[in-house]
């Protein structure tokens, strides 16, 4: 995403306002950014459970994955694009860098977890190629956690603005976003040199363990 696309992203996220996202043909996809603000909760639980070694939370918004991580004296580092999710990630005591994934990021090639949370798998609008940048950042052996669609079949790459709920219009420019499901994620991450460790739902949303 261009960073002159984020500042509805980066207002949300200072004042806890609704955002959502807002498809070329007109679908609204709303993004949970009072989840993502508030403490890791019992879904977050069932992917901080399955984190081991260093980890690297690849667009970390406003920090509760790294947070808790920290809090438990794991190391880990969030990375992110936009400054308000480094300021608010900084502040909940977890560290955290204002970089894109696709620029070099610390520790390249041994950190040995990755989490794709919050339909970041949609970096872009390429997911192929968001999974090949990953596997050169992740050890041999790491492993790389991701969100997906609850529904499986869900292929989308899409362009997007961001969308004011409250008032009912687009601002900024347009960006490419992708969303994707488990058929997808899985025929991608084959491509990429990724086995399949496991798949779970919880509370709605799912996910998948891809190994390196």
Same mark, same amino acid.
């Given at each position: 995403m261009h960073t002159g696309a984020l500042a509805? $992203?980066?207002?949300?996220? /200072?004042?806890?306002?609704? !955002?959502?996202?807002r498809t070329a043909d007109g679908r609204t996809v709303g993004l949970d950014i009072a989840r993502w603000l508030a403490p890791v909760d019992d879904v977050d639980r069932t992917v901080l459970r399955r984190c081991h070694g260093p980890t690297l939370d690849v667009g970390c918004g406003p920090g509760r994955f790294a947070a808790a991580l920290a809090t438990?004296? /794991?190391? &880990? +580092?969030? &990375?992110?694009?936009a400054e308000s999710a480094? @300021?608010?990630?900084?502040?909940?005591?977890?560290a955290a860098l204002l970089r894109s994934v696709f620029d070099r990021v610390p520790a390249e090639g041994r950190w040995a977890t990755a989490l794709l949370m919050d339909g970041n798998i949609g970096i872009d609008g390429d997911p192929a190629? %968001? +999974?090949a940048r990953l596997r050169g950042v992740?050890?041999?052996g790491?492993? +790389? %956690? &991701?969100e997906v669609e609850p529904d499986a079949s869900v292929d989308d790459r899409i362009t997007v603005r961001f969308w !004011?709920?409250? &008032?009912? /219009?687009?601002?900024?420019?347009?960006?490419?976003?992708a969303l994707v499901g488990q058929d997808a994620l899985l025929r991608d991450a084959t491509?990429?040199? $990724?086995?399949?460790? @496991?798949?779970w739902s919880s509370g709605g949303r799912s996910f998948a363990r891809l190994l390196r």
């Open positions: 509805a $992203y980066q207002d949300s996220l /200072r004042d806890a306002q609704p !955002l959502s996202i438990a004296g /794991r190391i &880990v +580092l969030g &990375v992110d694009i480094i @300021e608010l990630t900084t502040r909940s005591g977890a190629r %968001l +999974l992740l050890a041999p790491g492993q +790389l %956690l &991701v !004011l709920p409250d &008032v009912g /219009r687009a601002v900024g420019p347009q960006f490419a976003w491509s990429a040199g $990724y086995t399949c460790g @496991e798949i």
